[in-house]
């Protein structure tokens, strides 16, 4: 694939903000006791967390608002949890195996792999591939019934035909277990996070927006991309090529989504919630310790903090 180094002129919009008083009646705050946990939440809204350290797991309900069971030795290792209709597949790196935990809270079918897990890809609950050590890469269905070698992983993303193995290998290179701490894949676009560097698949183009990139939402709405990096607190807002602008955010962003007009944004630094419509004006809110996860259930943010291991629920 030929890439075309493209220049642009962009400017930097640095704007004023508008804090608000936070109510302390907008939160509710529930204590999971689960930190340092891999997580996933699937279309029933449940709520898997487990700490790959103490192997130790909690099924929480983001509706009910309640614990529904607890584990203890749950996998050796686990490096990624997957959202499934029927509950969740768990990929443990130390065990080299999977297995699923229903939406009941029962483990079942546990499926040994033949060889050594390096990390996951995955697209969103409708395909996961495992690559192995030796950059091999195996294709699993979400029953653990269909166990499949590939070579190129062009329907990982809809668009995006890159070969995944080069992107494994750069990131076996980097010395990281989880691509994702590498690299981000949005749409048709390949994110190189440290370095900034945006990479379009379908044209072969590349063009740097800065260092540091944490986060990617693509909003379907105005078809625009939000970019959050953390190296400058600001938001780069992408709609095409040779269009997108700057602005700057009151904190350093690490995390951004959006809930019908609302962008939330998560500082883990600075352990606050963003909250704006339009960039200029902001509701500001306090998070427990380094938040790490936003789930967004109907008027609600809901906000998994890391190293508290707290639920904190945003009225919207």
Do not use: W
């Not at 040779?242 to 600075?270: A, D, G, M, Q």
């Not at 963003?274 to 380094?290: A, E, N, R």
């Amino acid at each position: 694939m030929r890439k075309h180094k493209v220049i642009f002129k962009t400017v930097t919009v640095v704007l004023l903000f508008t804090f608000s008083i936070v109510f302390a009646n907008r939160t509710e705050k529930y204590f999971v006791g689960s930190k340092y946990s891999v997580s996933a939440v699937n279309r029933h809204d449940k709520l898997l967390l487990i700490d790959p350290i103490s192997s130790e797991g909690v099924l929480f309900d983001l509706k009910t608002k309640k614990i529904e069971k607890t584990f203890k030795y749950v996998g050796l290792y686990v490096i990624h949890v997957e959202p499934t209709d029927d509950g969740f597949i768990v990929v443990d790196k130390g065990d080299n195996s999977l297995f699923i935990i229903t939406n009941s809270g029962f483990i079942k079918k546990k499926l040994k792999i033949d060889g050594s897990i390096l990390t996951v890809l995955s697209n969103s609950g409708s395909k996961l591939f495992l690559v192995l050590e030796d950059l091999e890469i195996l294709y699993v269905d979400e029953k653990l019934e269909t166990l499949e070698k590939v070579s190129i992983v062009s329907e990982f993303s809809p668009i995006l035909q890159i070969p995944i193995l080069q992107i494994v290998k750069d990131g076996k290179k980097n010395n990281s277990n989880n691509i994702s701490e590498i690299f981000l894949i949005v749409e048709n676009y390949l994110v190189y996070k440290k370095s900034g560097l945006i990479l379009d698949a379908a044209t072969g183009n590349t063009f740097t927006l800065a260092p540091y990139i944490s986060d990617v939402l693509y909003d379907v709405e105005n078809k625009s991309y939000y970019f959050t990096c953390s190296s400058n607190s600001a938001v780069y807002i992408l709609e095409t090529f040779e269009n997108f602008r700057v602005v700057k955010v009151p904190y350093r962003p690490s995390l951004i989504r959006k809930v019908r007009e609302l962008f939330c944004i998560v500082s883990s630094e600075s352990d606050k919630l963003l909250l704006t419509k339009d960039f200029v004006t902001y509701q500001i809110y306090d998070t427990g310790v380094f938040p790490k996860d936003i789930f967004i259930i109907q008027n609600q943010c809901i906000v998994y903090c890391f190293e508290s291991g707290e639920l904190i629920y945003f009225q919207l």
